[in-house]
């Protein structure tokens, strides 16, 4: 949705300049029908592009990420809600159908999930193919940001955002984290790029629904997604404010530019996420403060303060391309010092809103790799447009200091194929015929034993009754060998009455076996190292059961790294 609405304005953009008389050049010397061409030709550059992470990113997934197994968490919650949303449809109307998706865990994530498994049924390669889908949106979407730019460094511009690693891992995991980010960098990248003083509005209002849009792909990062475009379009605002004279002289136009944004914003996203509102704020609760202690990570301050840029998650989201990035700002701003006020405000506020993006995240005691997709997303926009907007204030410069127009124009034409093919050469090393890297990355030990416990827990339980009316309940006391869900997944593909009780978040052993008892079917697995939720308490757990009354052990599992115990209570 949000990728749609920045076509529709880019397509504007288009006609704008196709509008005009053939002959006539344009404000970066093309023609209309040039115009077509180029936008033709980056248009396939974009595709190409897509074709390649995405298959790429696939068969690095086959070989040791989530489709090596049976699916995970978390992607597999969203698969389980699509498959559950496909049942319900059949019986209900296209409204019921409509309002039940919006009251998903992720709208946007169970959508794709259902195109997904819509298409190629039997399978769950489609949830990931469709994800695809969000990498070529994105690539246009900076296209637009940077469109009055040279060809050649529109070109550079994306073949290097395509080599950062996030941008892969958006394709290898189905989880809504990672396209919130890039949504929210590309909106966030639309609002600082110029002045919004001086948008219409219609070009506003559809900023506000385009960020809207961006906010609601992942419901529980909408009160930092919020925070961060809201502080981004407030920067803007002042600095454009102060260009114009002053807050005083433009005070009217900052308050009407504000509203439209504000109001659209707002709108978009309460319509988005307000039918599951009372669902995710308890969620959010749950986790950062319910549950705090179970999924914080316990370091330093200034060591988590680090984690989203030098340390492990920086460093396996955005690699060396986090140095290239600041390199390019540092640039900017030095070059922006030398031009003049207005080119170092306008560097200033792009360098705010990432400084935003990634505190965020930073100061959040939970942490994982996705929190810090914002950040991960703006990153990639700041390196495209640092690098775009130092190649115009190079430009501005030669001319200022009285070099000729053709040694301009051959001076920066080098330079921008030598950053071309730099860019293609990074493209080709570490895409084409590289490593391509995964979010979630399993061993050949892990892949065996998660797959092999599956299946062989799935075969034990489809036949399986309940001797109590009602369904047949499930007790996990760990996601690993066999996530829970995927189980619950299987069942309802095969319509089977299954219920699932996930006691993974008690404090202690004694609480974690007590709640286990009131399962019929008990599924435990060992103390294993981890870095999961719950305490490692498995080892007590299986000599609680072997030793409980009124248990009888149905199948017991043993792999290199783990033991799978099944009990059934009653028999």
Not at 343 to 354: P, Q
Not at 418 to 432: D, G, N, P
Request: hydrophobic share 55%; net charge positive; proline share 4%.
């Amino acid at each position: 949705m949000h990728a749609l609405t920045v076509s529709l304005r880019c397509a504007g953009d288009e006609l704008r300049v196709m509008g005009q008389v053939v002959g006539t050049d344009n404000r970066d010397g093309t023609t209309g029908r040039n115009a077509w061409l180029r936008l033709s030709g980056l248009a396939i550059l974009a595709l190409g592009i897509t074709a390649i992470v995405a298959s790429r990113s696939i068969e690095a997934s086959q070989l040791h990420g989530r489709l090596s197994v049976p699916p995970l968490y978390d992607d597999i919650s969203y698969f389980l809600d699509a498959v559950q949303w496909m049942n319900a449809a059949k019986d209900q109307s296209i409204f019921a159908s409509f309002w039940d998706l919006l009251r998903q865990h992720a709208p946007f994530s169970s959508l794709v999930a259902i195109i997904g498994l819509g298409l190629f049924p039997g399978s769950f390669i489609g949830p990931y193919l469709v994800h695809a889908v969000v990498v070529l949106a994105f690539l246009p979407g900076i296209v637009c940001l940077i469109w009055r730019r040279p060809v050649l460094e529109i070109a550079a511009g994306l073949i290097a955002a395509s080599c950062v690693p996030v941008v892969w891992h958006t394709v290898t995991e189905a989880r809504p984290d990672l396209p919130s980010g890039l949504a929210i960098g590309l909106a966030a990248g639309a609002i600082v790029h110029r002045g919004v003083l001086d948008r219409s509005v219609r070009s506003l209002a559809a900023l506000g629904v385009a960020c809207g849009l961006a906010a609601s792909i992942k419901p529980t990062a909408f009160p930092a997604a919020l925070a961060l475009l809201g502080s981004a379009f407030a920067i803007r605002l002042f600095v454009d404010c102060i260009q114009a004279g002053g807050l005083r002289l433009s005070s009217r136009a900052a308050f009407s530019a504000l509203l439209w944004f504000v109001v659209l914003l707002i709108a978009t996203t309460a319509a988005l996420i307000g039918p599951a509102l009372v669902e995710t704020v308890t969620y959010i609760f749950n986790v950062f403060v319910g549950q705090r202690d179970l999924w914080a990570t316990g370091e330093s301050f200034w060591t988590g303060l680090l984690r989203f840029s030098i340390g492990g998650e920086g460093q396996f989201g955005l690699h060396y391309w986090f140095a290239i990035g600041l390199i390019l700002m540092l640039l900017r701003l030095v070059l922006a010092a030398i031009h003049g006020k207005a080119a170092l405000l306008d560097a200033i506020v792009l360098l705010a809103a990432v400084l935003i993006s990634y505190a965020i995240p930073s100061v959040a005691e939970i942490k994982t790799y996705y929190f810090g997709a914002m950040f991960y997303g703006l990153f990639i926009v700041a390196i495209v447009l640092n690098g775009c907007v130092s190649f115009a204030l190079v430009e501005e410069l030669l001319a200022r200091f009285g070099f000729g127009n053709d040694i301009r124009r051959t001076t920066l034409t080098v330079a921008r194929v030598l950053v071309l093919v730099i860019a293609a050469q990074f493209f080709v090393r570490h895409v084409v015929i590289g490593q391509i890297s995964t979010a979630t990355r399993l061993s050949a030990q892990q892949q065996e034993s998660i797959r092999a416990a599956t299946e062989r827990l799935w075969s034990l339980l489809r036949d399986m009754k309940s001797e109590q009316p009602g369904p047949l309940i499930v007790g996990f006391s760990s996601p690993y060998p066999v996530t829970s869900a995927t189980i619950h997944l299987y069942a309802a593909q095969a319509k089977m009455n299954l219920v699932i009780r996930n006691e993974l978040f008690h404090r202690n052993a004694q609480a974690t076996g007590d709640a286990l008892l009131k399962s019929e079917v008990l599924v435990l697995s060992s103390s294993i190292p981890h870095t999961l939720v719950g305490p490692r308490v498995g080892d007590e757990l299986i000599a609680r059961m072997d030793a409980q009354k009124g248990l009888c052990l149905l199948d017991s599992m043993t792999f290199p790294d783990v033991t799978l115990r099944v009990y059934r209570r009653g028999c």
